[in-house]
């Protein structure tokens, strides 16, 4: 009899995928333009269904603490690591994505940038900006919870408390610069390059950059481990990596 009812549902477990399964994906904030272009071609070719959760890492890992079942987690490699430490990964499905670098930018149109020529100049012009915008901490943002160590290392935090701009989302610091909110924001620059209101004034200086990169897998709690594995499979194809390289995502090497 239990023999008889595993067949069964194995069967109807395949027919489901045959169908066209509906795969959930939680993707960080730096990479959700990109996945979501690469999900549409996906779902196009495949017949399956994607629905794209994008937020914070932190927010992200906190939803699946509180017992979210994503098909597939694209977030940064430190998250991964604690996922797979913890045993939630399928094993084998951890996958190199690629390498995000923080950047800033100015309203679209705007004659003047940051200057970001050093450490030192790149401290005057946020001693002299009026606001400068980056995601709260608080929400679990990578970039936001470096950006504002990277202020109290510099000795600049409380001079620059009353200019900042918070925002939940680096999309939310993207659109405060685009609407004059603030005068520049400082988030990863796959966040702020989709938003047209905005001209990319560089990456940080490279002696207080963070490089950081983001992997792919699967979470055991997913019910469509067959479909979200060739997903993933898709965002390191040559048409997924693609997208990235056009995004100015640096392409990690497979490991």
Do not use: C
């Not at 269904?49 to 992200?60: F, H, N, R």
């Not at 918070?166 to 966040?191: M, P």
């Amino acid at each position: 009899m239990w023999k008889s009812f595993a067949i069964a549902a194995a069967v109807s477990f395949a027919v489901a995928q045959a169908q066209g399964a509906e795969l959930k994906v939680f993707v960080g904030g730096a990479m959700t333009e990109t996945v979501t272009k690469i999900s549409e071609d996906f779902a196009r070719t495949s017949g399956h269904k994607l629905e794209i959760v994008s937020d914070t890492t932190g927010a992200l890992i906190n939803k699946m603490k509180a017992g979210e079942k994503p098909d597939v987690v694209v977030v940064t490699e430190t998250a991964i690591d604690g996922l797979q430490k913890d045993g939630a990964l399928v094993e084998g499905t951890r996958t190199n994505l690629v390498r995000a670098l923080v950047g800033v930018a100015v309203k679209a149109g705007s004659t003047t940038s940051p200057d970001l020529s050093s450490v030192e100049a790149f401290k005057r012009s946020l001693l002299a900006a009026k606001t400068v915008s980056y995601v709260d901490p608080k929400a679990g943002g990578t970039s936001g919870t470096y950006f504002e160590g990277l202020l109290a290392k510099m000795g600049i935090a409380e001079q620059m408390k009353p200019k900042i701009v918070y925002r939940t989302t680096g999309a939310g610091v993207a659109d405060a610069v685009a609407t004059g909110a603030a005068e520049f924001g400082v988030t990863f620059i796959a966040e702020l390059s989709p938003n047209k209101g905005v001209k990319i004034a560089g990456p940080l200086p490279n002696e207080i950059q963070l490089p950081t990169n983001y992997l792919a897998a699967v979470p055991k709690v997913s019910a469509n481990q067959g479909p979200a594995r060739a997903f993933i499979q898709a965002m390191t194809a040559p048409g997924g990596q693609a997208v990235f390289k056009g995004a100015g995502l640096t392409l990690l090497p497979a490991h």
